[in-house]
């Protein structure tokens, strides 16, 4: 029986499904919470509209730039043995990343 790349690779396996999803996703909502108080963008951080628009813009940028093109070459790159497709936009990853621009306006607007 021959092993998988992962089992050999415990440092890959961590990397993609352990923490490094909830470090990136952190990281992404700092930015967005840096990003909102900026000059150029303060008013759009006053309301409830403008947030919810900037948040679901940044979600939808994020699926396309970050689902759809970094992480399929980031997972070829380092073996992966089945990496998503190039590019990776299907109607799930979509959805689920509007939902973490909707968690990340919940996150920002509402504590203010």
């Known amino acids: 029986m ?3 790349p992962q089992a050999k ?3 890959l396996l ?3 499904s352990g923490r490094e999803p909830a470090r990136i996703s952190a ?3 700092v930015v967005f919470a840096a990003a909102l108080p900026q000059p150029r963008l303060a008013a759009v951080g006053e309301s409830v509209g403008g947030v919810v ?3 679901l813009g940044c979600a939808a940028v994020l699926w396309i730039v970050a689902a759809g093109v970094v992480m ?3 997972l070829s790159a ?3 043995p089945s990496p998503p497709p190039l590019p990776n936009l299907g ?3 979509l959805l689920t990343h509007l939902v973490f621009g909707l968690v990340l306006v919940v996150s920002y607007h509402y504590p203010r």
């Open 53 to 55: 628009g900037f948040g």
């Open 14 to 16: 961590e990397a993609i």
């Open 78 to 80: 380092v073996g992966f």
């Open 27 to 29: 990281v992404f909502g």
């Open 2 to 4: 021959q092993s998988s």
């Open 91 to 93: 109607a799930m990853g």
């Open 9 to 11: 690779n415990p440092e």
């Open 72 to 74: 399929p070459l980031w």
